[in-house]
Nanobody, 120 residues
């Protein structure tokens, strides 16, 4: 079985920083794209940032210039460095990964989420 486990969430003041991690474990052949999503109370889940296996990245306009997504393919781990945090960044942050368990079977996996709270 494959698991995605997020860590690094917490409470921070506006203007502060946090670093989220997402570790994938289990029977993994390879990981294609990975991404961070977030869901604020009363809102739909939205894309924050994605990164391909080759390192290409894409960001939501709301986080460009403040957040940086990265990954360590050897460790099957993804990171999200969040700087200049704003109260509107408060949300549960979810890790997503497109994983090949056995070629050619490929599936989308989600973590359970980690809460980020930014106080004003």
């Amino acid at each position: 079985q494959v698991q995605l486990v997020e860590s690094g969430g917490g409470l921070v003041q506006a203007g502060g920083s946090l670093r989220l991690s997402c570790a994938a474990s289990g029977s993994i052949f390879s990981i294609a794209s990975m991404g961070w999503y977030r869901q604020a109370p009363g809102k739909q889940r939205e894309l924050v940032a994605v990164i391909t296996s080759g390192g290409s990245t894409n960001y939501a306009d709301s986080v460009k210039g403040r957040f940086t997504i990265s990954r360590d393919n050897a460790k099957n781990t993804m990171y999200l460095q969040m700087n200049s945090l704003k109260p509107e960044d408060t949300a549960v942050y979810y890790c997503n990964a497109d994983i090949v368990v056995v070629v050619p079977l490929r599936r989308d996996y989600w973590g359970k989420g980690t809460l980020v709270t930014v106080s004003s």
